[in-house]
């Protein structure tokens, strides 16, 4: 369906981001952006909402667990599986164990 505005704008406290997607793609951010969506001038505007909660509920925590993983991938890419790769995905492992919430 064919729109125009109605552009999805996230505000992280320092500058506003705005977004517009094409119709089936989504957009995932953390929930700590302020948003709002401006008019549509033209058309129509669907949009599908949802909320995801982390077992990992502090975000420093998340941001050292992603690290990991993406240190474990690119070592994993660049060298195949390596006794340091693996110690890596152990400490996130045990990590995510360790901060998940259940």
């Keep these: ?3 125009d505005g ?3 704008v996230l505000n992280d406290y320092q500058s506003e981001y705005p977004i517009n997607l094409t119709a089936g793609s ?5 929930s700590l952006y302020l948003h709002r969506v401006k008019p549509v001038t033209r058309g129509v505007r669907l949009a599908a909402v949802n909320w995801v909660q982390s077992f990992i509920r502090n975000v420093g925590d998340r941001m050292i667990l992603f690290d990991l993983a993406t240190a474990q991938q690119s070592l994993s890419e660049q060298y195949g599986k390596t006794q340091a790769s693996d110690l890596i995905g152990k400490s996130h492992a045990n990590l995510l164990r360790k901060w998940a919430e259940t």
Aim: aromatic share 18%.
């Design 26 to 30: 989504m957009i995932v951010y953390p």
């Design 6 to 8: 109605g552009e999805l």
């Design 1 to 3: 369906m064919a729109y």
